[in-house]
């Protein structure tokens, strides 16, 4: 989990009693105003799409801090993984939550896991017990984040992004510290209404995807899957290779175990890539879930982020779409 180290104003070295308390009240507010100048040009362009520092304060909580308000009457804790996982051992008192519940029924030769409607997902919400001041919990249960920070976007797409957060370190880290683990089902969920308030901006078209292709210094789109499908070696779609302009941010770069890497390694891991966070960003993958998880590191960096739901599969079954295919052999 990223530390937030506290920062404080220094004190002037003119001892207290020597300075009159107009003039203390002066230097006080010159100092604030010097450290906050200071930190406002540090920071990212600022756009309407990014979060908030105190909603990105969140986005991440310790086993700690689960240990000690798993109980608290309005959290609910979300386990995400197979049935089978979940009940080999999972958090005490927390929910299975699966992707298809999420997710658009699949049908024949069309797109994989697509954003759910917002009637189907307030409906999974109610059930669950998540009302419109539940704080949610998700437990990926391992060390693989992608669909734990799938439906953390789900949340941030019904507008609970504020009061959503994933489990740094995975019920892995959970277990390893030999904290509560059950194999019996959660008790029956509270009563609750929940009052979706969408966020499509979050959710990015082919359309607009096609348009950052032509201009790509308007837009940085990045490609979550692992090299080797950057590069073409497979990806089991129509077409391999990746959409033009895209820069390659392997998903399992940005973790070590399940455990975030800190916020400065990231920005290095995304600058070196040409991703500065100074223009908008779109993610993409395969089918809509690892990109999730690169979407929750650019906007837990405090940029303007977007995820390609479509994403590989979308567009290379579009005929008419270019694709930078394996370099000749």
């Known amino acids: 989990m990223t530390t937030h180290r506290r920062t404080f104003v220094p004190r002037t070295a003119v001892p207290r009693t020597a300075v009159p308390r107009t003039a203390r009240a002066l230097l006080t507010i010159a100092a604030l105003t010097a450290f906050v100048a200071c930190h406002r040009t540090a920071a990212p362009r600022a756009t309407s799409g990014s979060a908030s520092p105190a909603a990105r304060a969140n986005m991440l909580v310790s086993t700690t801090w689960l240990a000690q308000h798993a109980s608290d009457a309005d959290v609910v804790v979300l386990q995400v993984g197979s049935k089978a996982q979940y009940d080999s051992g999972h958090v005490a008192g927390a929910r299975l939550v699966t992707l298809a519940e999420l997710s658009l029924p699949q049908v024949d030769g069309g797109l994989s896991l697509q954003m759910a409607s917002v009637e189907q997902l307030t409906a999974w919400a109610t059930r ?55 194999t019996a089902a959660p008790a029956a969920a509270r009563t609750a209404t929940f009052t979706a308030k969408p966020r499509p901006e979050l ?127």
């Open 203 to 329: 959710i990015a078209t082919i359309a607009q995807v096609e348009a950052v292709t032509k201009d790509s210094g308007s837009t940085a789109l990045v490609d979550a899957r692992l090299v080797r499908f950057y590069n073409g070696d497979g990806g089991g779609y129509p077409r391999p290779g990746h959409i033009p302009t895209a820069v390659n941010i392997p998903l399992n770069t940005v973790s070590t175990n399940g455990f975030m890497k800190p916020a400065a390694e990231l920005k290095t891991l995304f600058a070196q890539a040409g991703v500065r966070g100074d223009k908008p960003i779109i993610t993409y993958c395969h089918i809509g879930q690892q990109a999730t998880v690169l979407w929750f590191v650019a906007t837990l960096l405090g940029y303007d982020a977007k995820m390609f739901d479509g994403s590989f599969q979308e567009w290379s079954g579009t005929t008419r779409l270019p694709v930078v295919g394996p370099p000749a052999k």
């Open 128 to 182: 669950n017990g998540i009302g419109d001041r539940t704080r949610v919990v998700i437990v990926p249960h391992d060390e693989n984040l992608q669909s734990a920070t799938r439906v953390f976007i789900t949340m941030a797409y019904l507008g609970a992004f504020e009061r959503t957060s994933v489990v740094d370190g995975s019920f892995k880290a959970w277990k390893s510290e030999g904290r509560a683990v059950s």
